[in-house]
Nanobody, 124 residues
Framework: VQLQASGGGLVQPGEYLQLSCTVS???????LGWFRQAPGKEREGVSC????????DYLDSVKGRFFTTRDNWQKTVTLHMLDLISEDTAVYYC???????????????????WGQGTLVTVSS
């Protein structure tokens, strides 16, 4: 299983950025989570989406600004980040959970495979 995260970059506060995670080497649908780790801080779960897309969850500080979509045909999950703030600056990672249920969690220990990170910097 391989996960490829892309889309990071430098943006100004208030701007929009989207991150994509493309998964290969899987034969069934999966739960996918986005996590981030800022310098000097612990990794935290940002969002997750269940295998069918029917369930989603978000970190409280991003609710109303971030949302997740998935395209199971393209095996891609996109994290849409609106109204970015400096506190969103971090390395963002995507990960998949092979659990067979149709739900998701922001707990990183539930995830089985991780992609490399992509850096998001929000600065004026």
């Amino acid at each position: 299983v391989q996960l490829q995260a892309s889309g990071g970059g430098l943006v100004q506060p208030g701007e929009y950025l989207q991150l994509s995670c493309t998964v290969s080497g899987v034969t069934s649908d999966y739960t996918l989570g986005w996590f981030r780790q800022a310098p000097g801080k612990e990794r935290e779960g940002v969002s997750c989406i269940s295998r069918t897309g029917s369930r989603r969850d978000y970190l409280d500080s991003v609710k109303g600004r971030f949302f997740t979509t998935r395209d199971n045909w393209q095996k891609t999950v996109t994290l849409h980040m609106l109204d970015l703030i400096s506190e969103d600056t971090a390395v963002y990672y995507c990960a998949i959970d092979n659990w067979n249920g149709d739900d998701c969690t922001l707990r990183s220990e539930s995830y089985d495979a991780w992609g490399q990170g992509t850096l998001v910097t929000v600065s004026s």
